[in-house]
Nanobody, 121 residues
C-alpha cells in the first residue's frame, strides 16, 4: 500500500503561483511514477503532469506546459507541482497519484484525498 497526502492548495489571483506537495508513505519503493491530476466542477478528471521516480522523466498536459513544473525529492518521498502564471481555468481539486508499473499514462493505482486550488480573475 502507498499513502499519499497533498498540501499547498489555496486561493490565488490570476497570474500568481502556488506549489503543491505530495508526501508518499508506505511501499513507495514499489512505485514507478507519480502523477498530478485535477478535476474541475462538472468536468472529468484530467491528467496534469507525471514524473518517474528513478529517471525523473517528466510529462505534461499541453494546457500546463511552460507554466507548471513537476519535481521529486526521492529522499523525502515527496513530489511537487510548481504552478506559475495561474489562470482561472486552472481552478480545480488537484490529486496526487502513484502508479506501480510503466507507462506513466493509464490507470493509476493509489490516490490522495485532493487539495483545492482556486484562481480568481
Amino acid at each position: 500500500q502507498v499513502q499519499l497526502v497533498e498540501s499547498g492548495g489555496g486561493l490565488v489571483q490570476a497570474g500568481g503561483s502556488l506549489r503543491l506537495s505530495c508526501a508518499a508513505s508506505g511501499r513507495t519503493f514499489s512505485s514507478y511514477a507519480m502523477g498530478w491530476f485535477r478535476q474541475a466542477p462538472g468536468k472529468e478528471r484530467e491528467f496534469v503532469a507525471a514524473i518517474t521516480w528513478s529517471r525523473g522523466s517528466v510529462y505534461y498536459a499541453d494546457s500546463v506546459k511552460g507554466r507548471f513544473a513537476i519535481s521529486r525529492d526521492n529522499a523525502k518521498n515527496t513530489v511537487y507541482l510548481q504552478m506559475n502564471s495561474l489562470k482561472p481555468e486552472d481552478t480545480a481539486v488537484y490529486y496526487c497519484a502513484a502508479k506501480i508499473s510503466p507507462p506513466h499514462y493509464g490507470q493509476y493505482d493509489y490516490w490522495g484525498q485532493g487539495t483545492q486550488v482556486t484562481v480568481s480573475s
